[in-house]
Structures are given as structure tokens and as C-alpha cells.
């Protein structure tokens, strides 16, 4: 007798990011991995990721700021920022990301960014997406791999159009978001387990398998 399949779950995934946050981008590919390793192992597991923006520097000017000043102003020396840039395009290397920091000119103001994430059309439930995360995805390869600054509405309206969202440019928020977290990336899998940092796919997975196991553990309706 065969015995009958499972229904599919579903696994919520809270992603916390900030544009201007390179351990971001990186977390967003070691999280593609992960799930992608969850599908092969788990496919009846739908993962359903919740997009959480996090200003990281709200007092940043609207118009942004020059990029190497704040970064050397930030870490002390030229020399800080050469070893801080190179640890990072190691990490982004081994997630499959070249991260072009010559390119970058700019220290953006992110509100406006995040605004328009969320004017990108979206399910009733606040899940992600296709449209949505494709808008994210060109914003974060937009600064990171082709230096444009993202604090521009200029730049964000001709982004927004070629991702389908509209001609309006968004204007920045006069608040920032109110999660608190202690930084980011930051991830929640099932509501119940969180990782900090840009961890390694296979933490990322190991996270998820935790939270799909409990999942069906629990009766159905609980």
C-alpha cells in the first residue's frame, strides 16, 4: 500500500537588508544556494521569503554622500579600507557575486530604495514576489556591480521601468523603518530560528531543514 504524500508546507523566510550593506548581497546569494539545496532535499517544502528592509544609516543626506570620504572616515585608514574591501570580495566571490567597488561613487541615502520596494506589486499577505525580488536583485547588483547610486530618484525611476513598476519617481520616507535589529544581514526561518551575519549556504540550509522539521511535526491547522 502506498503511503499517501504529505501536503506542501510552507517556509517563511524573513531576509533583513540594507542596499548599502555588501554582507547583504552576499547573504541574498548564500540564501539562494540554501534553498535551492532545500528544494533537492525537501520539495515539498515551498520557501516563501519575506523581504524586510533596515535602514542602516537613516541620517545619512537624501542626497548621499561621497563614497571613499565615509569609508575612510568610518575605518580609520586607507589601509582599513583596502583589507575591509578585500575580506568582503573574497566572501562575495565565494557566493558567485564580483563586487566592483571602484565603481562606486556615491553613499546613498537608502529610504527612497526601500519606498520603492515597497510600491513593487506584492501578495496580499506580504510575500515576496517575482517582481519584487527582481527589483531588489537590480538594486543591490545596480550599487554593488555597476556603481550606480541608488539614492538618486532619477536612477530609482529608470530602474522601476525597466522592472515594470511605474514612471512615478518614490519620494524618500520621512521615517525610517522601525525593526530593530542588531545588524544585518539577518535571517528568520519558520518565525523560529535566526542567523545573524552573512553565513555560509550550508548554515543557511541547515537553519531551514531545523524549521521544515518542525514544521512537520506540528498538526496541520496548529
Known sequence: ???????????????????????????????????????????RVNVQ??????????????????YEAFYLARLGSAQAVAQRRA????AARSAGVEIAFERIRVFPNT???HELVARATYRADGHDSGRQAALIE?????????????GDLTTLSRIALACGIGDAAPAPRPDSTAVQVEGVPYFVFGGR??????????VLLDAMLRAADLMEAQPHGA
Open 193 to 202: 530560528y535566526a542567523v545573524s551575519g552573512a553565513q555560509p549556504h550550508g
Open 138 to 150: 537590480r538594486l543591490f547588483t545596480g550599487y554593488f556591480c555597476e556603481g550606480e547610486d541608488i
Open 49 to 66: 521569503i519575506v523581504w524586510r528592509p533596515v535602514e542602516l544609516l537613516p541620517h545619512t543626506p537624501v542626497g548621499g554622500v561621497p
Open 111 to 113: 529610504a527612497a530604495a
Open 87 to 90: 575580506q568582503v570580495m573574497q
Open 1 to 43: 500500500m502506498n503511503t499517501p504524500l504529505s501536503p506542501a508546507r510552507e517556509l517563511r523566510v524573513e531576509f533583513y537588508f540594507d542596499f548599502v550593506c555588501p554582507w547583504c548581497l552576499i547573504g541574498k546569494r548564500n540564501l539562494e544556494a540554501a534553498i535551492s539545496a532545500l528544494e533537492a532535499r525537501q520539495p
